[in-house]
């Protein structure tokens, strides 16, 4: 039954304003276009979804429920239909959706995980930050965009990250317009799942794995060996950071997790024998990092108190596969660590630089108040959260990367000096 189709008496509107007013109020110059119930499980009301006209917009209202006062007015309008939940118009339009296009992390996979069970997609497609930013894949009102900045358009967009929030002000866009959902939550798995769980029964198992990707996104560890236990988000977070053949193995791997995570408790998935193998192969590798990062790290000599461990990779032909974070192992009275290489064009080496810096668990703790994601925006160069950010930053010829290499490095340090500490 399309309730869209019902026409709308001036008494029915009248019993939909007085609706209105038991949710706090609403103008009573609305011209009412259609209605449609969106969720009644036969005993309790979920959700109401109503789309009306109101000063030249289309908005949408959603009901939170109620008790029999409600239930009597919904009958009285004929907006009762008690058993299959009616297709509204927001619903309809998931029915287009054929594809989930997300960050390619932990967080990114959980939250596809959840996106494809919720909308019944297989398509996932995997991308950074800059992959959408820079506009290099196409993306339609058939994608779901999940962890990555707001694209020119998409079907719906989950995403939790304050600077992605402020491209949005800067393009004049209103988060709230845009399908989907913003929230500054710990993780973009966060503010999917409470997304869905709003709109239907997800799976008990989603809540595990959601939990850790707040951890492991946001680097919410309480001490090292916290950090280094093995629990399921752990160890498949670190299948994620091995040396993979080629992109296609890591995608194919990537997807592989998506649909296993989407299917069954995350505790099963990390036992899985893919998970195991590569989980042993990041074991091997592991000790090759240190060893790098050993070799490549300093502090600068304004930083008396050992704050900020730079791990410097110019100096490689390639840049090497290693995880920034395990400098912690080598400075676990660090508060961050920053990691600078160079940029590479189709393989090949070039001058422009890449950052990537994150707080160390101590760096985490309230009282240091520390903003990476605030220092890599005043800087202009890039974005990120609190906890970890990146940024890019363009040089014509190797004499101006070294210059701008040794710039930024007291330029960030600085504006980290200068962050109050409780």
Known sequence: MDLSKVPVS?????????????????????????????????????????????????????????????????????????????????SASREKLQRVVTHNDFDGIVSASICCWALKIEKVFFAGPLTISHSKITITEQDVVCDLPYPLVCGLWFDHHQGNLEELDYRKINPASIPGRFALERSCSRVVYDYFFERMELPHYFMEAVGEADIIDSFAYSSIEDWRKE?????????????????????????????????????????????????????????????????????????????????????????PHLIKNLAFLIYPEALGVLEIYNLTDQGVKSNHLGLSMSLSINGNRGHQRKNIGEIMRTLNIGDGHPGAAGGTVRCASKQEMLKKKKDLLNQIFRLWFSQQTG
Request: proline share 5%; charged share 30%.
């Open 231 to 319: 629990t399921p988000g752990n160890r498949i977070d670190s299948t994620l950071k091995i040396r993979f053949p080629s992109a296609e193995d890591q995608a194919t791997y990537m997807r592989t997790l998506v649909q296993h995570l989407r299917d069954r408790p995350i505790e099963e998935v990390s036992c899985l024998p893919s998970v195991q193998r590569h989980l042993k192969q990041y074991r091997e590798e592991e000790g090759q990092m240190l060893r790098i990062i050993k070799d490549s790290s300093f502090f600068l000599d304004q930083d008396e108190g050992k704050e900020v461990a730079i791990i410097d990779l110019t100096q490689h032909r390639r840049r």
């Open 10 to 90: 001036r008494g029915a509107l009248k019993d939909l304003q007085d609706l209105f007013s038991l949710t706090g109020g609403f103008p009573s110059a609305v011209q009412q276009d259609g209605f449609k119930v969106t969720f009644w499980n036969g005993s309790i009301l979920f959700e109401i979804e109503i789309q009306f006209h109101y000063k030249g917009k289309i908005l949408s209202l959603s009901i939170p429920p109620k008790k029999a006062k409600m239930k009597k007015r919904l009958k009285e309008t004929e907006l009762w239909n008690e058993g299959t939940p009616v297709m509204s118009e927001d």
